[in-house]
């Protein structure tokens, strides 16, 4: 079946450090790839996605480019924030139903 | 924007009792889920709808059940709580199946706590 792995936290970074979170991905087919977010007490919201082959996906900064060679999607920021700090998931999800599959998620902490 | 409301942010419950979690959301979406959060294992799907009374097992079924009876509202039903459904559940929805782009919005979540 389908699968995402990324890389375990924590990650703990300066402010104005940049930032890289790596995904990797098994899937048959053509996945879309998203970005999720969870703060701290909040649910998930949608940081970026990317529907095929070569995209980019960007948002707040943050950007991922769908690497179909690599099966990957990491993730990166130039210059994060204290904000920044929180819980990132990858996942993928194929036409066939929408469901999404996540990986296990990194926290990153950026202290001041 | 697009809402979606758990119906409590924390719960807790004895061992054996029926536990009943409820969704809702405010934007027709046909697609509907229920997700239990834990750590270093993310989001793992328990059930989801694509339809009034329609449902489908996720990767973790096991000890829960489902409801949709109207669109906007998906019930997430612990049968017999036990200690090892101690989590956060996530509930999500996201317009129709088939358009596999469309991404999922999700409630704040309820942690839940068996005693």
């Known amino acids: 079946g389908d699968s995402v792995t990324q890389m375990e936290g924590p990650v703990t970074l300066s402010e104005e450090a940049f930032l890289t979170i790596n995904c990797t991905y098994t899937a048959t087919g053509y996945p879309s790839l998203f970005w999720y977010v969870q703060y701290p007490g909040e649910g998930l919201q949608l940081l970026l996605k990317?529907?095929?082959?070569?995209d980019k996906g960007s948002n707040k900064g943050f950007e991922a480019t769908y690497r179909k060679e690599t099966t990957s999607f990491h993730l990166e920021k130039g210059s994060v924030q204290v904000s920044d700090s929180a819980v990132y998931f990858c996942?993928?999800?194929?036409?066939?139903?929408?469901?999404?599959?996540f990986g296990g998620g990194t926290r990153v902490l950026v202290k001041p | 924007d697009v809402k979606v409301t758990q119906s409590s942010r924390y719960l807790v419950k004895r061992t054996g009792e029926k536990v009943f979690l409820e969704c809702v959301q405010d934007?027709?979406?046909?697609?509907m889920f229920w997700y239990r959060q834990d750590p270093g294992l993310g989001l793992r799907l328990i059930y989801f709808?694509?339809?009034?009374?329609?449902?489908e097992k996720g990767d973790i079924p096991e000890g829960y059940s489902v409801s949709r009876e109207k669109k906007e509202r998906f019930s997430l039903i612990l049968e017999s709580a036990s200690t090892n459904q101690t989590s956060m559940y996530l509930c999500a929805s996201s317009l129709l199946m088939g358009q596999n782009n469309q991404p999922q919005h999700f409630g704040d979540g309820t942690r839940l706590s068996i005693l």
């Open positions: 996942a993928l999800t194929q036409a066939a139903g929408n469901k999404l599959t």
């Open positions: 709808s694509y339809d009034v009374k329609m449902k």
């Open positions: 934007m027709d979406h046909e697609n």
């Open positions: 990317a529907t095929k082959a070569d």
